[in-house]
């Protein structure tokens, strides 16, 4: 089964035979003990750190479907290579873009993933409520604003309801993480170490969710919700918002709640708290055993992995478009 490799120091990537070859180096440039990842074992690489590669490398990449993921020092998702498109589709795409154009479709499919996203955020805040963390005020607010979703007729008024979802949502990482306080949601940069997680997480999640729409006939430019702009796999951005809070904000909980991530994992750079290396290994171990996790999907009578749970959500948003069948976004059922 293929997996996701990480590359968290610099070095080169080449390919040997029908190998990859990773060599690391130290901070004097010198070579360290090279690493042989087979190609057939391999489904998408993250680039944590500086990478040496030439076009033949990913000539070799793009013939053996591999995506990679790049990162900057900061934590921020700066680009990927994606292999050229093998289930290219102009029926899919012309179903999309209309989709798209047409205002009352559109915002069918953008409630569809909010109304997704909620439920899954209150699943979250009753399975904490149920362990004695008080939450039921958050849950009336985020109910009450669950109400407004079927009701907006613009993305912008759409938007609004959800920020404010989120804003109660958020308000509630104070009483679920034991020792640290959130503060208020802050991005670019994270002022704490909650925030430095979030920001953290959910680019992980935007790479699975956009490596499972690549696997598509999907056009991971035309989105719903998200504006579509320039440089950026928008469509992603939708469809995590479905995931994040089962993939990315359980793992936050369980990392801190139980220490297995600590203030030493962190570093203050620049006015703006990043993980150091060491942390940021815990949090993809962590992240990358959540996506490993299988539950009994419930149309399938079969279990599936939360990693195939995001290609399936692909599929589904597929045969939407295509008029075969309505779209219901994932619903987390424990």
Not at 211 to 218: F, N
């Amino acid at each position: 089964m293929k997996k996701s490799y990480y590359l968290f120091n610099p070095g080169r990537l080449s390919r040997k035979d029908n190998t990859l070859k990773f060599t690391p180096v130290d901070e004097e440039g010198n070579d360290l003990k090279p690493r042989y990842l087979p190609v057939e074992q391999v489904d998408q690489l993250y680039v944590l750190g500086s990478l040496d590669a030439n076009s033949a490398l990913y000539n070799f990449l793009g013939k053996n479907d591999i995506a990679v993921h790049f990162y900057d020092y900061y934590e921020n998702y700066t680009g990927s290579f994606a292999p050229k498109c093998k289930l290219l589709s102009g029926k899919m795409l012309i179903a999309q873009t209309k989709a798209y154009l047409k205002k009352s479709k559109r915002v069918v499919v953008a409630q569809s993933f909010i109304e997704g996203a909620s439920f899954n955020m209150l699943k979250n805040l009753r399975y904490y409520d149920n362990r004695g963390k008080d939450l039921m005020p958050v849950i009336d607010s985020i109910e009450l604003l669950r109400k407004k979703i079927g009701e907006t007729k613009e993305i912008d008024e759409l938007m609004g309801v959800e920020g404010n979802i989120r804003k109660n949502y958020y308000d509630a990482f104070n009483l679920i993480i034991n020792d640290h306080e959130m503060g208020i949601r802050t991005k670019r940069p994270p002022l704490n170490i909650v925030n430095s997680l979030i920001s953290f997480g959910n680019m992980m999640c935007y790479s699975e969710c956009l490596r499972a729409i690549q696997k598509t006939q999907l056009e991971p430019t035309i989105s719903f919700l998200h504006e579509p702009g320039e440089r950026r796999f928008s469509l992603a951005l939708d469809l995590a918002e479905v995931f994040k809070p089962f993939l990315v904000d359980r793992v936050i909980f369980k990392v801190l709640n139980k220490k297995e991530i600590q203030e030493s994992d962190f570093e203050e750079k620049l006015n703006r708290i990043v993980l150091k290396e060491k942390g940021k290994k815990k949090f993809i171990q962590a992240f990358e055993k959540r996506l490993e996790e299988t539950i009994k999907h419930r149309s399938l009578n079969r279990s599936v992995s939360y990693k195939h749970l995001i290609k399936l959500e692909c599929y589904k948003l597929q045969k939407h478009l295509l008029d075969i069948e309505e779209y219901k976004p994932f619903k987390i059922y424990w």
